[in-house]
């Protein structure tokens, strides 16, 4: 029977077998599952792992601090930072197509991983390759991706389709046959802080594809604003584990018409897409209390000048995905 204690006792067995004496990077995105995918593999091969976290400037307000203090405090890993935020947002210029989007930031992730390769293998004293990449792909990942058995390839799910050919690390996946639960329990087991365990899952492509249009500097800072705005009342609410996932969407080439103080504006419409899920696979939209939802627009409205409208999804998945691109 399946717990979380024989997970961790059966994964840890399996990655010291599959790893050896090499030396293992893993990618950590800022989310829960490469987090207890990089914890389950601190705890099997202690210092031969070096995590790597690549700043590609798509996260969310206060994401890079969480990975680089809170995560390091819980679990003693080397970690190596990457400011990589020119570089992405160079590659992702004038580009709005969203797969194209999934492709370039899979294909520069993995070069910067590339990288830090190299820089882990010159620091290392005793030059053990690094052989092995960790990622924490889930169940849901593998089966959207057409990983499973006679599913659909509905999106390119960065970590799983688009993976460049040239890719030279072997693959670590102790997560890939759990849902999400199973592995907010798992990391809970490996005593993960619950900031990091309970958190919201969050996109490999992050804020790029949240954005409807080009990616640009100020873009992200707009959408970051807000989002911002629905985190904070949404956990003054009370309703952080009611909600799975709640997706703050800037539909940055619309414009609508308003009206503040004295003067018209012309602004971008904010979509908040709260929704409710066991595993992503299936999605109901989240009903928010209206006094809630009021706080949220009243605030982005005030808060976020190039913002004069907020709508709500109201759309399950299927027919609509949880995320917009
Ligand atoms: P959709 O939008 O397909 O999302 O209903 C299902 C779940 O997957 C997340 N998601 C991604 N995660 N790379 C990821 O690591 C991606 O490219 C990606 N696209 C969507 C989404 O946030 C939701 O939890």
């Known amino acids: 029977t399946w717990t979380s204690v024989n997970i961790v006792d059966e994964q840890v067995e399996r990655i010291r077998e599959q790893v050896g004496d090499a030396r293992v990077i893993c990618a950590l995105s800022g989310g829960v599952d490469s987090a207890v995918a990089g914890a389950l593999v601190q705890r099997a091969i202690g210092d031969q792992l070096t995590c790597v976290f690549v700043d590609h400037g798509l996260l969310r307000e206060g994401e890079a601090e969480q990975v680089e203090q ?84 509905i999106k390119s799910h960065h970590n799983v389709g688009g993976l460049p050919e040239d890719l030279e690390f072997g693959l670590i996946e102790p997560l890939r046959t759990l849902f999400k639960d199973e592995v907010r329990e798992v990391g809970r087991q490996l ?31 707009i959408l970051r604003a807000a989002d911002k705005i629905v985190r904070e009342e949404t956990t003054r609410a009370g309703l952080d584990a009611e909600i799975w996932q709640f997706p703050v969407v800037l539909l940055a080439d619309v414009h609508s018409v308003g009206v503040q103080g004295d003067g018209r504006t012309y602004g971008h419409p904010i979509v908040l897409r709260p929704v409710t899920s066991e595993d992503a696979m299936t999605a109901d939209w989240g009903r928010l209390p209206y006094d809630v939802l009021e706080r949220m627009s009243t605030r982005i409205t005030n808060e976020v000048d190039e913002v004069n409208r907020v709508v709500l999804d109201v759309t399950s998945k299927p027919p609509g995905t949880i995320e917009w691109e």
């Open 70 to 153: 809170d995560f390091v405090a819980s679990t003693g890993v080397t970690l190596k930072v990457v400011d990589a935020v020119d570089r992405f947002l160079g590659h992702l210029d004038g580009v709005s197509d969203p797969e194209e989007k999934r492709k370039i930031i899979g294909r520069e992730f993995i070069r910067v991983f590339e990288q830090a390769e190299r820089e882990v293998v010159e620091a290392a004293p005793e030059g053990q390759p690094v052989r092995f990449l960790v990622q924490g792909t889930l169940y849901p990942d593998v089966v959207e991706s057409g990983g499973g058995e006679g599913a659909a390839n």
């Open 191 to 221: 005593g993960l802080p619950a900031g990091i365990v309970e958190r919201h899952p969050f996109p490999g492509p992050g804020l790029a594809i949240r954005i409807v249009g080009s990616v640009d500097a100020d873009r992200l800072r």
